[in-house]
């Protein structure tokens, strides 16, 4: 029968190894997997973080199985980004791509006695074949979820086709209150003595379908009376064992679990599952961790997977990226609809092998990920009309939803646009579904531009099923006031945003999902914005898990069935001035507000209930109370609040817009702008201006004061942005820029010649 031998200890670590080491290496650091090297400096804000390659040695012994013929094989569950492994000195396997599984059958480099040296080279350096090519995010590298030997007897389970399990299974309800499954393995190496015998379990362990093929011809379709359906409320699951047999033996067996539910989208009624229209609203995450970057345990994701449980989202949007099986499991099991995507992410590759390093990515997603029922979407891009458009790009996007649907014609294909994605572009009507990201209200126009846009795309294109793939702001809970603003990175500011974000979507059941960039504030060592640098802020929670800001709280009153009550701006703790506002999350129709044990006032409201209250000097006691539930905070009434509440580049920034219009001197900022042949403008791509530094700079201190993002080529995040223009980036910034902005770079920028 198949062992499955756990290898995460013991291992030998070295950045400065150059060389196949052929002993393990007493003086290299010792570490456990999952590891990663780059668990602090994938947070250095300047993108300089450690991309080379790293070396992991240890050593095992042969596995044996009790009848001749048995076969080891080596399982890496994912290595970042690339990784080429080796015994006893024999090259086995080698792997593109950071997140899938991959496997190599390593019998003939074994010992049959003694100790073999297992050898792994991890690189997470930048390679033109592999994608992800640039993105928001740290491309961490290492053995980030362990390494595992499998040995099976000689007949057993497929094991070296993408990474898959070697069982598939299908599961759809029937018309009259039952399951079919179709059910399919595959078999290596055996003869007509040889069958699989399948059996389905219910939640209980009770077996409720049983059948047997031959091992040459698997495929089987059986039936379950009164089937209990997968949904997000109730997320049976089922039990579905393979195993294949010799007359009285069993040689080999494996199980996945399943959920008997079906899906669709429909432009006006939005997501129905098992029938029943069930508009998904949730979170996207990334899998990292302060201080662990990507190196994340089971108890890890189990415990991120019950946090967003919390909140109440019966979504979550998988970003970049193929996640752990661990996390894939908890979404099983607590019943969140799941949308998988590839890397495919921000800029496209001119390598013509990087579309065949796309295309493995996507059959290594899908054949690895097909039994889990909480999966419904496969996503094959993000953002990748940041790089610009191409016939090339969009045949690209065609062949990989063409390949989605051979593989898996069970599941909805999508895809997220960036925001600047015209409605009449080529990309759309590629997928089944569509979503954008979009960031009116912070990188771009005001949060009230969201419901509009989205009201006037639905009504010009009513056959598009249409989702809100990202969309969020910058939290910081360091930082505080009574009058919150775009950019000023307050965690006021976040909670504005998305109390009104929150109510445009409830408004709109249309909508087939939506999903807040992020759940997690997330490591991109490209960043430095905020006063927080190497992270990506925009989190309902921390890095580190320890603090839910108030944002968080607002979903969870919208989407929690549970009684709850929120006080916000615990943090905002010293305050200054005759009022406050005091404002409260809650989803019971009526809050009553409680200053230093007095009854304050009493309001009915829809989710947000806003007090206005005087304090007494010093300490102020405060409490709310909704039906069972209440909560309480101390705040201090203080002549003038701490400096550390406001974040220096907010008033930086608005003298920074000042100054530039000085510059402008007495330009007709009203004229006509012009685009001399010859010269500079804001319709050259940022590569192009890199190339003089007058104009560089010139446009640098514009990106600064626009997005509030340093540009410098070759760091940061210039691969992303190299190829936008000053007019699309100032477009992006919307209404956030002063009138006449657009103007006074272009009438700055035409007075340089190109070279």
Not at 499 to 518: C, F, G, I, Y
Request: glycine content about 8%; proline content about 5%.
């Amino acid at each position: 029968m198949r062992t499955i031998i756990n290898l995460n200890k013991d291992w030998r670590f070295s950045r400065t190894c150059t060389a196949l080491p052929n002993r393990l290496p007493a003086d290299w650091e010792l570490v456990c997997l999952p590891h990663t090297w780059n668990a602090v400096d994938g947070h250095d804000g300047n993108g300089s973080y450690d991309r080379g390659c790293g070396w992991y040695v240890r050593t095992f012994e042969t596995p044996k199985q009790p009848l001749c013929g048995g076969r080891v094989f080596v399982e890496i569950p994912a290595a970042g980004q690339q990784a080429v492994v080796y015994v006893n000195g024999t090259e086995v396997c080698a792997h593109e791509g950071g997140y899938s599984t991959f496997r190599a059958d390593i019998t003939e480099a074994c010992k049959k006695e003694g100790e073999n040296l297992l050898a792994v080279a991890c690189s997470n350096e930048n390679r033109t074949n592999v994608y992800p090519q640039s993105a928001d995010f740290t491309f961490y590298g290492g053995l980030y979820r362990g390494v595992n030997l499998i040995s099976v007897p000689e007949t057993h389970f497929e094991l070296l086709y993408w990474g898959s399990s070697g069982l598939k299974v299908t599961a759809v309800p029937t018309p009259c209150g039952g399951a079919e499954f179709a059910l399919e393995t595959w078999v290596v190496n055996a003869d007509e003595n040889f069958t699989v015998q399948y059996s389905i379990c219910d939640a209980d362990g009770k077996e409720v379908a049983y059948g047997v093929r031959p091992a040459d011809r698997t495929a089987v379709r059986l039936y379950v009376p009164d089937a209990v359906l997968w949904d997000c409320d109730h997320p049976y699951l089922y039990t579905v064992t393979a195993m294949v047999q010799r007359r009285n033996e069993a040689y080999d067996m494996v199980s996945a679990r399943a959920g008997v539910r079906s899906f669709s989208c429909d432009p006006d009624k939005g997501f129905l599952l098992n029938g029943i229209p069930t508009p998904l609203r949730g979170v996207s995450r990334h899998q990292d961790m302060l201080y662990k970057g990507n190196a994340l345990t089971w108890e890890d994701h189990y415990r991120d997977a019950r946090m967003i449980k919390e909140l109440g989202a019966n979504t979550i949007r998988l970003a970049h990226y193929q996640h752990s099986q661990d996390f894939y499991d908890a979404c099983d099991e607590l019943g969140f609809v799941v949308w998988a995507e590839i890397p495919f992410i921000s800029v496209m590759s001119p390598d013509p092998s990087a579309h065949e390093n796309c295309i493995t990515q996507l059959k290594e997603l899908v054949l690895q990920n097909y039994n889990h029922p909480s999966i419904c979407f496969w996503g094959i891009s993000n953002e990748i009309l940041i790089g610009g458009i191409s016939e090339q790009l969009v045949e690209n996007h065609k062949e990989l939803n063409a390949l989605c649907k051979e593989l898996d014609p069970t599941r909805l294909t999508t895809i997220a646009h960036v925001t600047m994605t015209p409605e009449d572009s080529p990309v759309h009507h590629i997928t089944d579904v569509e979503s954008y990201n979009h960031y009116f209200g912070w990188y771009g126009g005001k949060m009230e531009d969201n419901g509009p846009w989205l009201d006037a795309f639905h009504e010009k294109h009513p056959d598009i099923c249409l989702g809100v793939s990202e969309y969020g702001c910058e939290g910081i809970i360091t930082y505080h006031g009574s009058k919150p603003a775009c950019k000023d990175y307050s965690e006021e500011y976040q909670a504005l945003y998305h109390e009104h974000m929150a109510k445009v979507l409830d408004e709109r059941p249309w909508l087939w999902s939506s999903h807040v960039w992020n759940m997690f504030d997330f490591g991109c060592a490209a960043r430095n914005e905020g006063g927080v640098a190497g992270r990506n802020n925009k989190g309902l929670v921390t890095m580190d898990r320890l603090t839910k800001k108030d944002s968080y709280y607002i979903y969870k009153a919208y989407w929690n069935k549970e009684p709850m009550v929120h006080l916000c701006g615990k943090r905002y703790a010293q305050r200054a001035g005759e009022t406050t506002q005091i404002r409260v999350y809650s989803n019971q129709p009526t809050v009553s507000l409680y200053v230093n044990g007095k009854l304050s006032g009493v309001l009915t409201a829809e989710k947000v209930f806003v007090f206005t209250v005087q304090l007494e000097h010093g300490l102020n006691s405060i409490g709310a109370s909704a039906g069972c539930c209440k909560d309480s905070m101390t705040i201090e009434k203080v002549d003038k609040e701490p400096e550390i509440y406001v974040l220096p580049e907010v008033n930086e920034r608005a003298e920074g817009v000042a100054n530039w219009f000085k510059l402008a001197g007495n330009l007709d900022l009203k004229a006509p702008m012009t685009f001399p042949e010859g010269k500079y403008s804001i319709k050259c791509t940022m590569e192009e201006i890199a190339a003089c530094p007058a104009a560089m700079e010139i446009v640098s201190k514009a990106v600064k004061l626009a997005t509030n993002m340093e540009m410098k080529p070759g760091s940061g995040m210039w691969d992303m942005m190299k190829s936008m223009t000053p007019e699309s980036m100032v477009a992006l910034a919307g209404s956030m820029m002063p009138e006449g902005f657009a103007e006074s770079l272009n009438a700055q920028l035409i007075k340089i010649d190109r070279v």
